[in-house]
């Protein structure tokens, strides 16, 4: 599929699979390895992502792990503020997205913090930590609007068919307010059963009719390691393995703790 995004007026082409690096400046992550709180670590982390191939940076700082700790707008905005800052001076050309559901980070973290796209886990506000309602000053969709910056929309519905459903109404909403730019994100692990997350994988090239990109996040999660068995730090085969079939299914990026592996997986499939 061809596919472009616009991003701060550099229009990025998404017709080649690309892989977004996960760089969390929190002490909870899920995953322990992603975990990167000292200037030197995030700048380590930022390097290695553009070294290994990842073309987009996702800077997160409030885990949204089923039993994580709740983060204020304050102390999430401030961990973001010092991440950016450092990405950037490191990696000034890397394109960078923000991990939040808050629309007063968003914002902050576009106008005043240089982030190029807003990462929301939450459809709009749906969910913030897994399995929990959020109430937050502000509406995602107006303000990303409004930011004219790519907007990763992530489903947190338990079918495809809802999913699909939901999607729908999501996109034309976001396309009246005047957004332009909105990547999908299926959501796997949110929301969802062990089966309903395979369910959905298996069938999901149908996110393809929407005409928009789409993204996959299933690094090292439990729908892994729950089948497998072990846990996140065992489940680097398994993200590969998934990784491959989200590949060959349509998707356009790979959120990944594992650049390097995430991006031989995209060179091997384009000799297809």
Do not use: W
């Not at 930022?46 to 885990?63: H, K, L, M, P, Y």
């Not at 509406?139 to 790519?150: K, Y």
């Amino acid at each position: 599929m061809q596919y472009t995004i616009n991003v701060r007026g550099r229009l990025v082409d998404l017709s080649q699979p690309m892989v977004m690096g996960i760089l969390n400046a929190t002490p909870d992550s899920f995953y322990s390895g992603s975990r990167k709180q000292t200037e030197a670590e995030i700048a380590e982390r930022a390097n290695q992502i553009i070294a290994e191939g990842g073309r987009i940076i996702d800077v997160g700082a409030f885990s949204t792990r089923s039993g994580a700790e709740v983060v204020s707008v304050e102390e999430e905005t401030a961990r973001l503020k010092r991440a950016l800052q450092i990405v950037h001076r490191e990696q000034p050309d890397a394109i960078v997205s923000v991990d939040t559901y808050r629309p007063l980070v968003a914002r902050r973290c576009v106008e005043e913090f240089g982030a190029d796209i807003i990462n929301d886990v939450s459809e709009g506000g749906l969910t913030g930590i897994v399995g929990q309602a959020i109430h937050e000053e502000g509406d995602m969709f107006e303000t990303v609007a409004r930011l004219g910056v790519p907007y990763i929309l992530m489903s947190v519905q338990p079918t495809l068919e809802k999913m699909m459903m939901g999607f729908a109404e999501e996109v034309q909403r976001l396309h009246s307010l005047g957004a332009k730019d909105i990547i999908l994100d299926p959501g796997y692990g949110f929301g969802k059963t062990l089966e309903q997350n395979y369910e959905i994988m298996k069938h999901s090239e149908r996110l393809l009719e929407f005409g928009l990109p789409v993204l996959v996040g299933i690094s090292r999660k439990s729908m892994i390691y729950k089948l497998l068995g072990g846990d996140p730090t065992t489940s680097l085969n398994g993200t590969t393995v998934l990784n491959t079939i989200a590949l060959q299914k349509g998707a356009s990026i790979l959120r990944v703790h594992d650049v390097k592996e995430a991006v031989e997986a995209t060179r091997l499939l384009q000799q297809f």
